[in-house]
């Protein structure tokens, strides 16, 4: 079961999806809910500091803080109006070791939350979901910043290639597995048809023997549209939640050539969990 959950507020937006989502889990798994907003602080070289003017530095602090403490402030509210135990923490730190931190935080919680990157958003989101993924060792769900309603399991697809990070992520989606009424394994092939190291049937006999209600679905691309294919499958039959590995290869090399996570989390339109 999920006891414990933290959340990266989301700051300066007129509404926090991540934290919704986050308060609804805590709600149906009855765990408890960490809030933590931080403020970031301004890096200034020390070779041009005597340029800049201490009364910015002080008021770019100020509102950093301001906007991280209303975070809080709407967190907490919409915790008390859940009836869900939390908590809740601000940090100050530049905007690199906060990234840092929040990763090592992450590992006293089962699972993480945190919202898409969008465009014009504050800085360091995407970043802040890589170290979530890499540093931490547990879960991360990543909410898109579109969500309008909180956790829904009617129908979750789980994308099964046969990896080490696929095989983790489902082992770490069990409590959210067990809750869901239907489970879809769901399985990319090349558009050549080219065979698979492990089968699909396989991983789908593995969650029933767990009681889970599994269905199989095998569907057909190139490497490049595995990502859009998956959620063009996923609006088609109303997935409500997706599982799956998250960066297969290193990031630089995701980096690189795209890769299905990077573009999963460009694209998505339900949140995903993904593990590493």
């Known amino acids: 079961m999920l006891k414990d959950i933290v959340v990266n507020l989301t700051v300066g937006a007129a509404r926090d999806a991540a934290a919704d989502f986050a308060l609804s889990m805590a709600r149906d798994f009855g765990a408890h809910v960490a809030g933590t907003s931080f403020c970031y602080d301004m890096i200034v070289p020390g070779s041009v500091f005597g340029s800049v003017a201490t009364g910015l530095v002080q008021a770019q602090r100020a509102e950093s803080e301001k906007i991280a403490t209303a975070a809080i402030t709407g967190f907490e509210q919409n915790a008390k109006l859940a009836g869900v135990s939390y908590e809740t923490r601000l940090f100050h730190a530049p905007l690199t070791d906060a990234v840092e931190m929040f990763g090592r935080i992450a590992r006293r919680y089962d699972v993480s939350v945190v919202a898409q990157d969008e465009p014009d958003s504050m800085p360091g989101r995407a970043m802040v979901i ?56 769901v399985v990319v092939i090349g558009a050549h048809g080219k065979s698979r190291e ?68 460009n694209s998505m339109t339900v949140s995903v969990l993904m593990s590493h």
Request: charged content about 20%.
């Open 198 to 265: 492990l089968p699909g049937a396989d991983i789908a006999q593995h969650l029933a023997r767990h009681n889970l209600k599994v269905e199989l679905s095998e569907l057909v691309a190139d490497d490049i549209d595995v990502p859009n294919t998956i959620l063009s499958h996923a609006a088609d039959v109303g997935t409500d939640f997706i599982v799956m590995g998250g960066y297969g290869h290193s990031r630089w090399r995701e980096f690189v050539l795209g890769g299905a996570t990077r573009a999963m989390l």
């Open 130 to 185: 890589e170290a979530a993924l890499f540093q931490s060792g547990r879960p991360v769900i990543v909410v898109p910043y579109i969500q309008q309603q909180g956790l829904k399991l009617d129908r979750v697809s789980v994308c099964w290639d046969g990896s080490r990070n696929a095989a983790r992520a489902i082992a770490d989606a069990m409590p959210i597995l067990q809750k869901a009424k239907t489970v879809e394994v």
